[in-house]
């Protein structure tokens, strides 16, 4: 068990790389259409201003890209 | 319950993807196909397919765990009865689960776990006999599969109000999907799935009550707002407004809270619901199986941050183009009047905060939650199906292979019934309210069936069949009794006061204790159960073995007490 246990684990694909490569490429994609929004903000801050100033989408995606990121490179394949 | 049966009435499109959300969505897709091949090379023997091999850390079986009732259906409804009761419906998440999810796994894991038993069912067989195992298969087979259905259903009717997607599509490619991750990786492509969809809710969801809170003003800004617009205090009070039926929004007492909600309901879905015991008894040790459970009740307390602060916040922030406040109102008067209903709230507040990628996050969460909906109620039904109708009474001694294939068959056709079961639901909604009542019928006797197996070794084969069987019907004869006569209720929940959300409450805790009387008076009356058939099933004649905790840090208990203290904080600060 032990040994079947530790391939799980490294050898093979782990959960939190399939959860950490997912975020790093939403938060990718979020951080490229946040700064495209920079200068064209989506219809929903242009209602609330005060969404506008604080770019939530750039924020959430550096948030995800650093989560993602780092599940990604913890738990990559073939990690020992 | 109605809350759920609601959804099916939203009749109009709220908005309209753009090319990155799509693109969001479509990875997500990819990523779970690939999940279902990869899987697939895992999910050779029975032990494989239906118990993921039973190696799973405590993370993932706790996360897995959690995220099983975590579906869509969930956090819609609920956010929804969070804007319509106040914070009353976090009940349902704090005194509603975690007391239970931690007796599971300190209390009832250990017999679970060293029992080796495959399934809920399972254990009734070796405690109970085949009666109450055939009783107990049979109503759960039946029940996953129609909650599968209204998931797939209640999926498409959101995909339709919420984006203008065809019906029939969505229930297509959501079933297709589903089917194939699970026939072809089984439990562990389920749990794989399931941690995602944890993982990814919290991504798409959390932008919510982050940006609502900035907008209010803080909590204390927001408790404000909420009592000078809906013209009361009693919206983000836990427990101080709950002494009369008629002194808060939900119509309860704080007795059906605690008794009927926080110990039989709460304890008869967490700790015998196999959906959710399912993905503990994938654990790969007996201190992963108690920890589990642990790490689940520690994330279950921070949901209500998700579903029911979003409902709150609408109470206050949630305004029409014109700057005035938006009144949301019970579905029957949306349909007349076409104003927004309570169970849009989560969308609407999505909408409000989330441009183009971030609404796309937000939808592609939706989608995962009823799709891992579909898939914890397929794959549970593929489990009992195979190991305790089929293997039990069809055919007894097939090789390990032919039950393997058995499993991804029985999945297949599990996902063809369940496409049944959402076409019917779409021609008559009020089925879905009859499906979430047959749900209940079961829950709170097996709880009082299993906790007596578990604790009392007098307990024998025909008191446990009898007691399962009275319970299930006295709990089927007073939901028939409040359908023919309204008045019904006050003598079940013991108030003239007393709402519809009571008879629930009130109607789970009789017939758990219908289920208890029979039990026992059945059980003293026939011969006991000798001892020595006993070992392993029951306390007291057990021994349970160490879990090799050697640090205070290890231990589950010391993990459980500090979740019950953070429990008790909690419900002291919004009391």
Redesign the interface.
Known sequence: ?DK??HE??SA??S?WF??G???L??GL??VI??IV?LHN?????V??P??ES?H??LW??LV?SAFGGFYSIRFRPGRA | MQVFAALLLITHQLTRLAP?DV??LL??FA?VVF?GF?AKG?ANTSEDFFLA?R?M?AW?AGLSFVSANLGSLELMGWAGAAYQYGILAAHWYWIGAIPAMLFLGIVMMPFYYISKTHSVPGYLHLRFGEAARGLSAISFALMTILMSGVNMFAMAVVMQTVLGWNITFSIWVGAATVALYVMLGGLRSA??NE??QF??IW?GAA?IPI?GL??AGGWTNLKAQIAANVGRSDYTHLWSTVGHFSDNPMGVHWTGIVFGLGFVISFGYWTTDFLVVQRVLSA?NLRAAKMAPVIGAAFKMAVPFIVILPGLLALAVLKN?DGSMMHLVPESVAAATGQHSYNEVLPLML????????LG?GITALVAGFMSGMAGNVSAFSTVWTYDIYGAFINKKASDKHYVAMGRWSTVIGMLVSIGAAYLVMNAASIMDYVQALFSFFIAPLFGTVILGMLWKRATHWGGFLGLLAGTASSIGMFVWVKLNDGALQYIAMSTDAKPMAENLYRALWSWIICVVVTVVVSLMTKPVPTEQLSGLVYGVTPIPDDGATTIWQKPIFWAIVVIVVFFILNLIFW
């Open positions: 068990m079947r246990k799980v684990e093979e694909l959960i399939f959860c490569i997912l975020m490429a939403y994609v979020l259409t946040g929004e903000p989506p219809p929903n801050e209602l609330l005060w969404l604080l939530p989408t959430w995606g995800l | 990155v693109l969001i990875l997500y990523l999940i990869y895992k091999g190696e850390t993932i749990i794989i941690v995602l993982v990814l991504a932008m940006l900035i907008e790969h183009p909408i409000r905060y989330c441009g183009p990628g971030l996050l």
